[in-house]
C-alpha cells in the first residue's frame, strides 16, 4: 500500500510539473513569436470570444486594419484597461484615420472612434477557458500558494537527502 500511494504521488507530481513547463515554455514561445496574450474579462465579444478566453494578438501596423478585424486597444475612458472588439467603421478624419469599433454580443457600437498609433494588437486566434490560468495567477493569494508550494518541494526533497538511508557496506575482511 505504501509503495503505490508513492507511485501515485510521484506520477502526480510528474504531472502537474509537467503541466507548468509546458505552459512556461508555450507562454515564452508566443511571447519570442511576437504574439501577446490578452485575457477576455467580458462577454461583449460573445460567441467570438468568451469569458476567461485567452486572445492572442499579433502585432500588426494599424494601417494594415480592416473593417471586421478584431483589434485589441487601450480603453479610452479607463487608463490600463484593455478592450478587444471588432472595427466595425473607419472614418477618415482630419487627423488620420479613426475606428468605430463594437462587441459582437452588443447591440450598438462603442460610444468612441479611436485613433491607432503605429502598432496594434490583432487577434490571431483564441484559447477558450486559458485566460482563467493567467486571470487567477495575477491575484496575491495564487502567487503565495505557488510560492509555498514551490517551498514545500524544494523542503521535502532536503529532508528526504538528508534522512536518505545510506546503503550497507559490505564488510571488509
Known amino acids: 500500500m505504501r509503495h503505490s500511494l508513492r507511485t501515485i504521488a510521484r506520477v502526480a507530481t510528474a504531472l502537474v510539473a509537467g503541466a507548468v513547463v509546458a505552459f512556461v515554455v508555450g507562454y515564452a514561445a508566443l511571447l519570442a513569436a511576437g504574439f501577446r496574450p490578452v485575457v ?12 476567461g478566453s485567452l486572445a492572442v494578438d499579433r502585432v500588426a501596423p494599424a494601417r494594415s486594419v480592416r473593417v471586421r478585424d478584431v483589434i485589441t486597444f487601450n480603453d479610452p475612458y479607463v487608463t490600463g484597461r484593455l478592450v478587444t472588439h471588432r472595427v466595425a467603421r473607419i472614418v477618415p478624419t482630419e487627423h488620420g484615420l479613426a475606428y468605430r469599433t463594437k462587441g459582437d454580443a452588443n447591440t450598438t457600437r462603442d460610444p468612441w472612434a479611436i485613433r491607432l498609433d503605429d502598432k496594434v494588437g490583432r487577434v490571431a486566434f483564441d484559447v477558450p477557458l486559458a485566460g ?8 496575491r493569494e495564487i502567487r503565495a500558494l505557488l510560492l509555498a508550494v514551490f517551498a514545500a518541494f524544494v523542503l521535502v526533497a532536503a529532508l528526504r537527502r538528508i534522512w536518505r538511508n545510506e546503503p550497507a557496506r559490505p564488510a571488509e575482511a
Open 40 to 51: 477576455v474579462y467580458s462577454g461583449s465579444m460573445r460567441p467570438t470570444l468568451g469569458v
Open 132 to 139: 482563467y490560468v493567467l486571470w487567477y495567477a495575477h491575484t
